[in-house]
């Protein structure tokens, strides 16, 4: 079925870096602009970027602005998130999920990141 | 940036009951308004988006309703497979912003 799994989480120290992956199978993936979402323990989930379906166009929320980088590799049906200078306050759960003009319909099971030293 | 407010930020009904949930926009939105379900411990769930639009397989006591600034979620009759938080999202431009969820739990 339509599916979306992430991967690359893991514990870091803060100031570290890591790259998460989303990979996307049954859809048809380079024609879906596709989100990373983060929730923190016990917090809403909060939205953080968002790249179009031929990567052209990229969005970063400001908390996250300069710091994440996405990017996908449209042979691979694979989003990626770079994540750069981690602080304690990212620690979350990440998805990945599908975008389209009905929000977002299809998410991922999640990568969990804790920053921790 | 537009901020998302909803409320209640709990609150608990007995199996049966109507609940409406709120959700107002800082700006107007036009319709680009989605609500998702969440589940202890899972993934969130888009239920509704375009305001009133019912994703496929969601049962029909789910409603929506809303435009601009105002909107709703409305279960008809309260089941205990319910129980969630649940959360509204604008999508019409970034950031794509959540609202601060509501906890619905059976009384």
């Known amino acids: 079925q339509v599916q979306l799994v992430e991967s690359g989480g893991g514990v870091v120290q803060p100031g570290r870096s890591l790259r998460l992956s989303c990979a996307a199978s049954?859809?048809?993936?380079?024609?879906?602009?596709i989100h990373w979402v983060r929730q923190a323990p016990g917090k809403g989930p909060e939205w953080l970027s968002y790249?179009?379906?031929?990567?052209?166009?990229?969005y970063y929320a400001d908390s996250v602005k300069g710091r994440f980088t996405i990017s996908r590799d449209n042979s691979k049906n694979i989003l990626y998130l770079e994540v750069n200078s981690l602080r304690p306050e990212d620690t979350a759960v990440y998805y990945c999920?599908?975008?389209?003009?009905?929000?977002?319909?299809?998410w991922g099971q999640g990568t969990t990141v804790t920053v921790s030293s | 940036d537009i901020q998302m407010t909803q409320s209640p930020s709990s609150l608990s009904a007995s199996v049966g009951d109507r609940v409406t949930i709120t959700c107002r926009a800082s700006?107007?939105?036009?319709?680009?308004l989605a609500w998702y379900q969440q589940k202890p411990g899972k993934v969130p769930k888009l239920l509704i988006s375009?305001?009133?639009t019912l994703q496929s397989g969601v049962p029909s006591r789910f409603s929506g309703s809303g435009f601009g600034t105002d909107f709703t979620l409305t279960i008809s009759s309260l089941q205990s497979e319910d129980v969630a938080t649940y959360y509204c999202?604008?999508?019409?431009?970034?950031?794509?912003?959540f609202g601060g969820g509501t906890k619905v739990e059976i009384k």
């Open positions: 375009a305001a009133s």
């Open positions: 999202q604008k999508y019409n431009s970034v950031p794509l912003t």
């Open positions: 790249i179009t379906f031929d990567g052209s166009e990229k």
């Open positions: 700006q107007g939105i036009a319709n680009y």
């Open positions: 049954e859809f048809p993936f380079s024609t879906y602009a």
């Open positions: 999920a599908r975008g389209g003009v009905v929000g977002m319909d299809v």
